[in-house]
């Protein structure tokens, strides 16, 4: 009996939420910001509203950690942070998916980890990203992730963040990101290209 009680609240795992934003939350974006800079930006259209419905948790060590809120606009806020307060909180930023390329053998995705994902410069949709982190190997981290329907998995990434400068107050960071996870004994691969700018706390607000 004893037994079956440590069992249940060793399951009830908390999920977590940061700035207001929590799973099922709903984001109202800044939509005068979004209008200033969205033509300079690779990004269109983004939503003023969006809905959470997935959270990512990566943990880094020396008790930092990346937080991601995935919403309903194919893209997330991405929050950097030290331990669990909000006064450790480092960066914020919005990231839109831009391309995710299948990866079907393992010859191909041993030539992306080896040689295409880390170079000096990135180019897409005619704007070049310079190489932002000084290593000659994609950075591999694990994220947990828990859906709106509150179950959770595990995605293994080997992540590399170009940057451009777009003026003095605004750059464009670009995540390259392959992306593994295993599934009914089958390995799912993926390039996932995506691209992001930086939120300060007064740029958006939280609903429920």
């Given amino acids: 009996m004893f037994d079956w009680f440590r069992k249940k609240e060793k399951n009830q795992e908390t999920i977590p939420e940061v700035l207001g934003l929590r799973l099922g939350g709903v984001i109202d974006l800044d939509p005068l910001k979004l209008q200033l800079i969205e033509d300079d930006l690779t990004i269109e259209n983004a939503a003023s509203t ?19 809120f995935y919403t309903d606009d194919d893209g997330f806020i ?56 000084d290593n000659n190997s994609p950075v591999a981290m694990t994220e947990t992730i828990w859906t709106i329907e509150k179950s959770k998995s595990q995605l293994d990434q080997f992540i590399m963040i170009y940057e451009r400068e777009i003026n003095d107050d605004l750059f464009e960071t670009l995540f390259v990101i392959a992306e593994e996870k295993i599934e009914s004994n089958q390995y799912h691969r993926c390039i996932s290209i995506s691209t992001a700018f930086d939120l300060s706390q007064t740029d958006f607000k939280t609903i429920g």
Wanted: net charge negative.
């Fill in 78 to 133: 991405q929050v950097i942070q030290y331990g669990t307060d909000e006064l450790g909180i480092e960066e914020v930023k919005l990231v839109y998916y831009y391309d995710t390329l299948v990866i079907n053998n393992q010859k191909e995705w041993e030539n992306y980890l080896k040689h295409k994902l880390v170079k000096e410069v990135w180019n897409l949709d005619s704007q070049t990203f310079h190489k932002a982190w």
């Fill in 50 to 68: 969006q809905l959470i419905q997935a959270v990512g948790e990566i943990q880094l060590g020396d008790n930092n950690r990346i937080l991601r």
